[in-house]
């Protein structure tokens, strides 16, 4: 068959490339072979490991032109260089551009081949847009798709439509079945193949540890240097040896030498083709990369009979080496855990003799298979026999089934990178998922499936699970306070062994985790924490433990951000009579033993004992209540547009009929997935108030306590004129709400909270609120023909504010809660009277209006010394535009934002249509739990049934 290999830059001859040129000669005794590289990277000229793979270059990547005769000259083509590519995002891989386009467009279209191998997700989306429909499409993948990030995008929208997957480790399989489903393509392992041949084999005597890797961040040697810092000193007679070039080349050489290791540190350059000889020379192998798809170096190095020391990061180290019997592996950046496993290498002879035979043996499984042709031969089997076009469609059809109106599956989660995978976990985990009960695996672990449970609810169930299990042990411990929305409880050092052991008695047979931690509080070992007298020689500085937890929908995930800490507090070596905590606290980290008198403290319905400092109110507590007030339309109702009908009719406006209105319009129930982002991820929000004219939601349960429906003529009183369909009218008379509190929050209903946030994000403890402004500046002009009212009422905001402090207001506020004041809203009644009454008596937007919720509250209070500025994670997404509909997938994805906000400002190219599906889709997936304020809801029985435990969490 005609093959050819699609890569990125095939002269830079890292491990990936090296894998494809291995795979490609291996390949090239059946078949015809050639390799395709995007980019050349360097001017010299370059020879094909293998003559009989001849490789093609498009662009000369240093002169940014094309190699083929295109009749652009010079000048264009950087032009085109310098442009951004049309089918790969730059998040995803920045190396690609506009030139790269078109002269992939160009060598795809009529490609002469019968099997083309992308090598990245990047090279995938070109392929699934200009590879013709009869060539069969495999995509081998190089890197480790779990933890990718961005550039893992493409294979979230066109893996479908690959006619199969390669992946050099057997554990990214899991990955894929679990992203893409019933849509996932024929799967094959295809790992690196070392050639066959005489391979020369160490010594071990060399006192040589070899690290071979591209010089990049994900390569980790800036922590190999700072290890061999600690080892060199012990063992000067022994070198490391880094072979490999890169973009970090310059700067860790630099690194090595501010360390002093340039005489025993050696930065070789680029790494060959064939290291053969290199690894001959060398008596320890050593990998400090955070991810390895490939394993190369490491196969290569165990042929060659040497043992290996490396990071157990994803996914190949653990595949590759055994542990303990060809090498040893050590938690991914645990500077510590490498040092001590170099050393135990270097020094124990017998041992590196012993696994050094061992690899030898080992690497016989690295031989070259039949992987490759059985996959081709099968593709071309379901080709010739008119299955393949049919696979591929059903693969299509479960693929959008699954993404929706985006294109973009979810991608599963991830182990935690910590989690040390051993065969004892692998069975206990096993066993588990074969108990009867709504267990079920998902991001890597055992998962508990919850459809009622909010992230403070699993908060609160962590800490009272943790807390259960000291009791039962007898072990002295109490609840601290951090800046973490996780529960931390504090037992001192002396307790350590027993708290493993009382861990590991608790919960055996249970899907409950435990990380260890070090002094940074970062998560060193990951296990189930049945297993933790496996770990009772760990010196943790504290322990995490946690039940994951997963929504049916699997769109929602809580895992070990949302466990207790178990801090091992000890004896200040400097002072007797204080004690210390490894991690800081809110009353620092260093505590008098006078101070540790315990009290009561009741969290969720359960008392627990603290130190007598945690239960006051600390400096920046926020001690007073907060509420959420809602502005909503039922735009639909037949009665509501009958009577903003008349009030159009008598302005001499034209009017619709109100059934015509009613049919078209659009109800995406933003606002019932806005009170649930309350009830997930804001429970301290004591009252919500809901402001409407004459409507309810058919939804809501009204007689929920915290909920209250206020019609506008409980907040127009005799102000005002109604009914009203302005905006910034009943923004302005939000604080005569009765019974709201002093300090309140202001929602549209397109504007969600997206991840557990705290009081303190919107008020200082002395009570000012804080404001968000945006960069998006108010034009200097007066108000003009054309403004969006929008403007004008900003512009009018900055003729009062300019005419009472004498300063000019330049910036609007982002799209986000408004922090508010009942008091400072009555001092603007009294301070511009007029400008609040004429907005209140505007029936529709007007040229007049004044925006008081929105920027006039937050510029008053900054001048009277009430409001302060802050800052605030925001999204925001205007749906009716295709070019940002595709953040709603990075929002689902990463939940990095503090709160978004989904708008449509009608002025976009996405259907109504399909707007409504695109959030019909996406809502329910980022808030999967009904709200307690749902009528019939899981909560909401809950609530009714006494079962919600109340703020404080």
């Known amino acids: 068959m005609r093959v050819a290999f699609l890569l990125a830059q095939a002269d830079v001859l890292g491990d990936a490339e090296r894998a494809v040129f291995g795979h490609a000669t291996e390949l090239a005794d059946r078949h015809d072979v050639r390799i395709i590289s995007v980019f050349k990277a360097r001017r010299r000229r370059f020879a094909p490991p293998d003559p009989r793979v001849p490789v093609t270059f498009l662009i000369e990547s240093p002169q940014s032109r094309a190699v083929r005769r295109s009749g652009l000259d010079a000048a264009a083509s950087a032009a085109l260089t310098a442009l951004p590519s049309e089918i790969v995002e730059r998040r995803w891989d920045d190396r690609f551009n506009r030139l790269a386009d078109i002269e992939l467009e160009y060598l795809l279209h009529d490609i002469d081949v019968d099997v083309l191998v992308t090598t990245s997700p990047a090279l995938l989306a070109y392929a699934a847009r200009f590879a013709p429909p009869d060539v069969m499409t495999v995509h081998h993948e190089l890197r480790v798709p779990e933890v990718a990030g961005p550039a893992v995008e493409p294979l979230l929208r066109h893996i479908t439509r690959c006619d199969a997957v390669t992946l050099p480790c057997a554990r990214s399989q899991e990955w894929f079945t679990e992203t893409f489903g019933p849509g996932t393509p024929p799967l094959a392992v295809v790992p690196p193949a070392l050639a066959e041949g005489f391979r020369p084999r160490s010594t071990l005597e060399t006192r040589m540890v070899t690290l071979v890797a591209r010089l990049e961040e994900t390569s980790g040697v800036a922590q190999a240097l700072a290890a061999w810092a600690q080892v060199s000193p012990l063992h000067p007679t022994w070198t490391l040896r880094v072979i490999g070039d890169g973009p970090l080349g310059r700067s860790l050489t630099g690194r090595r030498d501010q360390l002093g290791l340039h005489s025993s540190v050696q930065f070789v350059g680029e790494a060959p083709p064939v290291l053969a000889e290199e690894w001959a020379k060398a008596s320890i192998a050593l990998s400090t990369a955070r991810e390895d798809a490939l394993g190369l170096s490491l196969r290569e190095a165990q042929a060659a009979g040497v043992p290996v020391v490396a990071y157990d990061c994803p996914n190949a180290p653990r595949e590759v080496v055994y542990e303990g019997h060809t090498g040893l592996l050590a938690t991914p950046d645990d500077t510590d855990a490498l040092v001590a496993a170099l050393l135990n290498m270097m020094e124990n002879a017998e041992m590196r003799w012993s696994m050094g035979n061992a690899a030898v043996e080992a690497a016989q499984r690295f031989r070259p298979t039949d992987q490759w042709d059985q996959l081709f031969a099968a593709l071309d089997a379901d080709r010739a026999a008119g299955r393949r076009a049919e696979l591929k469609a059903e693969r299509v059809a479960a693929h959008a089934l699954v993404s929706g109106v985006t294109g973009q599956a979810r991608a599963a989660a991830a182990a935690p990178r910590s989690t040390r995978h051993t065969s004892k976990l692998e069975a206990a985990e096993e066993r588990l998922l074969k108990q009867k009960g709504a267990l079920v695996r998902d991001g890597g672990q055992v998962c508990r499936v919850v459809d009622a449970e909010t992230p403070f609810d699993i908060v609160q169930a962590n800490l009272a699970m943790t807390a259960s299990a000291l009791e039962a042990a007898r072990i002295p411990y109490f609840v601290t306070r951090t800046t973490k929305v996780r529960h931390s409880v504090a037992v001192h050092s002396s307790h350590r062994e027993a708290v493993l052991k009382a861990l590991a008695q608790s919960f055996q047979g249970q899907a409950v985790y435990m990380a260890l931690l070090n002094d940074a509080d970062a998560s060193v070992t990951t296990t189930l924490a049945g297993l933790a007298t496996d770990y009772l020689q760990t010196g943790c500085s504290g322990v995490r433990i946690y039940q994951s937890v997963v929504t049916p929908s699997r769109t929602l995930r809580l895992g070990a951000a949302y466990g207790c800490t178990i801090a091992f507090w000890d004896d200040d070596p400097e002072d007797p009579e ?73 302005k001499g406006i034209e009017t619709e009929d109100a059934a015509t209105s009613a049919a078209r319009f659009r109800n995406r129930d933003e606002l019932r997935y806005s009170l649930r982002s309350l009830d997930m991820y804001a429970p301290w929000i004591r009252n919500i108030y809901l402001v409407t004219d004459r409507q309810v939601p058919s939804w809501l349960d009204t007689s929920h306590p915290r909920v209250r429906v206020v019609d506008h003529t409980e907040i127009f009183g005799n102000e005002g004129a109604l009914p009203t369909y302005n905006s910034h009218a009943i923004e302005s008379r939000l604080h005569h709400i009765e019974g709201l509190a002093e300090h309140f929050l202001y929602f549209n209903d397109d504007v969600f909270a997206a991840r557990p946030i705290q009081p303190s994000l919107f008020f200082l403890g002395n009570g000012q609120s804080k404001h968000f402004m945006s960069s998006n500046a108010i034009p200097m002009n007066p108000i003009a023909d054309g403004d969006e009212f929008s403007r004008m009422a900003a512009k009018n905001n900055r003729q009062l504010v300019s005419w009472m402090f004498g300063r000019t207001l330049v910036n609007s506020f982002i799209h986000a809660p408004h922090p508010l004041r009942r008091s400072v809203m009555f001092d603007l009644e009294k301070q511009f009277p007029d400008a609040l009454r004429n907005t209140a008596h505007n029936q529709l937007r007007d040229a007049s209006d004044v925006s008081v919720a929105s920027s006039l509250h937050h510029y008053f209070g900054y001048y009277t010394g009430r409001s302060v500025p802050g800052g605030i994670s925001s999204g925001f997404v205007n749906v009716g535009l295709s070019g940002q509909v595709k953040k709603l997938n990075h929002l689902l994805a990463e939940r990095s934002n503090d709160v978004f906000c989904l708008n449509d400002f009608h002025d976009g190219d996405i259907s109504e249509d399909e707007q409504d599906a695109t959030l019909a889709a996406f809502l329910p997936s980022y808030f999967p739990i009904a709200s307690q304020f749902e009528a019939g809801s899981p909560r909401n029985q809950l609530f009714h049934a006494g079962s919600l435990p109340g703020w404080p969490l």
Do not use: C
């Open 578 to 650: 204080s004690i210390v905590s490894p991690f800081r606290t809110l009353i620092g980290g260093r505590v008098p033993k006078a101070a540790l008198r315990r009290v009561p403290m009741v969290l969720g319905g359960r008392q627990y004992p603290t130190l007598e400092a945690f239960s006051q109110t600390l400096h920046h507590d926020i001690a007073f209540p907060i509420d959420a007030v809602y502005t909503w339309v039922d735009g639909a109702d037949i009665s509501w547009l009958e009577r903003k009908n008349a009030v159009l009719a008598a």
